[in-house]
Structures are given as structure tokens and as C-alpha cells.
């Protein structure tokens, strides 16, 4: 593989594929198993500043995986990006459940 994860920072090599099971809690810390209705979705910036996040992935409800196909990191810098993973729940209330690091790392072509 040509990724690794360590606590929430994800080192990536640019245009790699990256899989990922994502696990969600509740405040009691109990699973949580989204709903009908639930959006989960991972969003990576240069800073926490920047007006638009450079890499936006929806994370099904159903399969918990998040995913990177090639293409999406392919037209990144090689960089450390921050991003944070959150959840708009039916409901409408929303919770950032993970914040980390993304390095995305040089290739050989």
C-alpha cells in the first residue's frame, strides 16, 4: 500500500488509490449507524482559512469507506493539508467527528 494512517493524519502518495473505514460514535460513545437522511463528508484545505476546501468526498452511509480514486489527489501539491470529517444528520444537526492532517507525498513518474 502507499498510504498509512496514523491517529488522524493520512500520508498518501499523489494519485494513489486510499481506502479507508470510517467508524462513528455517539456522545455516550456507543456505534452510531447512520440514517436515511445522514450526509457524511470528508473535506481537505491548505489552512483552515481557505475560502473552498481542494478535495471534497461524500462518505456512503452504507459502506462507511471513505475513498480516494487517483484522479482525486492527482492535481494536488505536495503538501500537508488539514481536513475534518462530519456528519448533517437528518435531523439537521451537524458534528465534525474527526479533524486531521493530510500529506500527500511525491510520486516517481
Do not use: H, W
Not at 498510504?3 to 493524519?9: F, I, K
Request: net charge negative.
Amino acid at each position: 500500500m502507499s498510504y498509512s494512517v496514523s491517529g488522524a493524519t493520512i500520508t498518501l502518495t499523489r494519485g494513489d488509490t486510499f481506502k479507508a473505514q470510517i467508524e462513528l460514535t455517539d456522545s455516550s460513545g456507543n456505534p452510531y449507524t447512520p440514517v436515511d437522511g445522514d450526509v457524511i463528508r470528508f473535506a481537505a484545505k491548505m489552512t483552515y482559512s481557505d475560502a473552498e476546501p481542494c478535495l471534497v468526498k461524500n462518505i456512503p452511509i452504507d459502506t462507511m469507506k471513505l475513498i480516494f480514486d487517483p484522479e482525486d489527489t492527482k492535481n494536488l501539491k505536495f503538501a500537508t493539508y488539514v481536513y475534518d470529517i462530519q456528519i448533517t444528520q437528518a435531523s439537521g444537526e451537524v458534528d465534525t467527528f474527526i479533524m486531521g492532517k493530510l500529506k500527500i507525498t511525491e510520486e516517481v513518474d
